[in-house]
């Protein structure tokens, strides 16, 4: 068997998503799990890449601010940041502007693994997006490092991403 490239995808880990304006007890809860995972990924020497949710000041204008209207990862804000010991040095970090990443496909993604916040916004968007991207890769999304905006959105993204086959571990 060949061995494929293993990546770990941290996505939107910031203070606003955790604890801040849009923050959790789900989300909290899920960040030494989270921590742990990025350990392990560290330790075998595989990559790891970090989505940053990043938004300007007139974002309640915009199209999402309109659906969403709560400030939150304002670029260079303490609620932008990811949060404190969760990022490891030498990581990429992807600032995206929406729920998912439409730039997946500069990358080389073979066996992915997703993890982060929210599970039924950008967790399965960016899931989504990297499966019909790269068909051929393995992706996995681990639910016990994942937090929805509620316990039953959380578990109506994981039910499609089953669907569309990503699998989904850690229920």
Not at 2 to 18: A, E, P, S
Not at 23 to 38: D, L, M, S
Request: charged fraction near 25%.
């Amino acid at each position: 068997m060949v061995n494929m490239k293993k990546t770990l995808i941290v996505v939107d880990m910031q203070n606003d998503f955790i604890d801040m304006a849009l923050g959790t007890r789900e989300a909290v809860a899920i960040v030494p799990a989270v921590k742990e995972k990025i350990r392990a990924y560290r330790e075998m020497g595989a990559e790891i890449i970090y989505t940053r949710d990043t938004h300007d000041v007139g974002y309640l204008d915009t199209p999402e601010g309109r659906m969403l209207p709560v400030e939150h990862c304002l670029k260079g804000t303490r609620g932008w940041e990811i949060a404190d010991g969760l990022y490891t040095e030498g990581a990429k970090i992807i600032d995206k502007p929406s729920f998912g990443w439409t730039g997946w496909g500069e990358e080389t993604l073979e066996e992915v693994e997703i993890i982060g916040l929210c599970t039924d916004i950008c967790v399965v968007s960016n899931a989504l997006i990297i499966k019909a991207l790269f068909p051929n890769a393995s992706v996995t999304v681990d639910a016990s490092c994942c937090a929805g905006v509620t316990p039953e959105t959380h578990s109506a993204a994981l039910t499609t991403m089953k669907m569309c086959q990503i699998n989904v571990i850690g229920t």
